[in-house]
């Protein structure tokens, strides 16, 4: 085999943009093996990149810039990086870690090396809001709904997204999971969940358990996913979720008003048993008028004296609208 193969198989791709690897292999009539190679090498020295899953995958030319993986940055900020950065890029490309940090940089015109500072920085500025792995979410609670609050705890597996870089690595699990019922994020948000959900089920002794039901119907529903995934031993508490004419989602409202009214006429707990505490979860907390109506239901029917809740993400401030999920 020639020694410019590879530089023949980058002109080939160059002029016939989006290309399969079976029309490489048949255009120079190579061994498949032999092809794969080559794109293997050049995918490597980022000079191809690899679009799509099997068996539709396609392969054009990189034109993003070669990164620099050998920035001096120490092992701490390094590893805390490669724990918690992910971004989906807009042709539905995982950037995860390190990789993913330089590519959101590369994005946004940044420098790295001063950037994973501000990065760590963020972090560890809400870093005094966790708690054994948890975010507590009454402060937010309180500030939105002042007395009116009827949750006794109330917690976030993480923030749905922070300043300056967005989602959060869970946040962009949540979005893209939901939005386009892709199992395999769905399970990444369940693995991640489960360990937080099991310490408060047994801290709270929590004999009942609630899923917030959905109002939009989707092919892969993330609630569904999420109750299975759980495997909870842990008796359910009927609520039911009732449709106008027009299905309308809490994250349609932008209005706290509208929200809470929202809740109050679409929600109805059913449950006929009582309970010494119960764990509402939901998803995601915007303004939190979902969880915060089902928990004054079950109060005043005296299905339960002590609901805590607990969703996968929650925003940062008060009031706040999570359009998206």
């Known amino acids: 085999m020639r ?36 794109l293997s090498r050049l995918i490597e020295s980022e000079k191809l990149k690899k679009i799509g899953r099997p068996p539709k995958v396609f392969y054009s030319i990189n034109g993003e810039k070669k990164r620099d993986n050998k920035l001096e940055l120490g092992s701490e900020y390094r590893k805390v990086i490669e724990e918690n950065f992910l971004k989906i890029s807009p042709i539905g490309e995982k950037k995860e870690g390190w990789e993913g940090f330089l590519y959101w940089c590369d994005k946004v015109n940044v420098d790295p090396g001063k950037t994973a500072t501000e990065y760590i920085k963020v972090l560890k500025k809400y870093k005094p809001l966790y708690s054994d792995g948890l975010i507590n979410g009454m402060k937010k609670f309180k500030e939105t709904f002042r007395d009116d609050v009827f949750l006794d705890k109330v917690f976030y597996l993480d923030f749905y997204s922070i300043e300056r870089f967005g989602k959060t690595k869970l946040g962009q699990q949540l979005l893209h999971g939901k939005q386009n019922g892709i199992k395999d994020l769905i399970n990444e948000v369940i693995k991640t969940a489960k360990p937080g959900i099991m310490s408060i089920i047994k ?27 759980l495997k909870l031993n842990i008796k359910k508490v009927s609520i039911s979720k009732i449709k106008g004419e027009i299905p309308v989602s809490q994250k349609s409202l932008s209005k706290k008003a509208d929200r809470i009214e929202n809740a109050k006429n679409t929600l109805v707990v059913t449950e006929k048993s009582h309970f010494k505490s119960i764990l509402l979860i939901d998803d995601a907390v915007g303004s939190g008028a979902t969880l915060n109506e089902i928990a004054r239901q079950i109060k005043e029917k005296s299905i339960a004296k002590k609901v805590i809740g607990v969703a996968i993400t929650g925003s940062v401030k008060g009031f706040d609208v999570i359009s998206e999920v």
């Not at 801290?203 to 995934?229: H, S």
């Open 3 to 38: 020694t410019d193969t590879s530089q023949r198989i980058l002109e080939f791709i160059e002029k016939n943009r989006n290309i399969t690897a079976k029309e490489i292999i048949d255009f120079f009539n190579f061994t498949p093996a032999a092809i794969h190679r080559h």
């Open 203 to 229: 801290k709270y002794n929590i004999d009942g358990v609630c899923f917030v039901p959905w109002t939009i119907n989707r092919k892969v529903q993330f609630m569904r996913e999420l109750e299975n995934g």
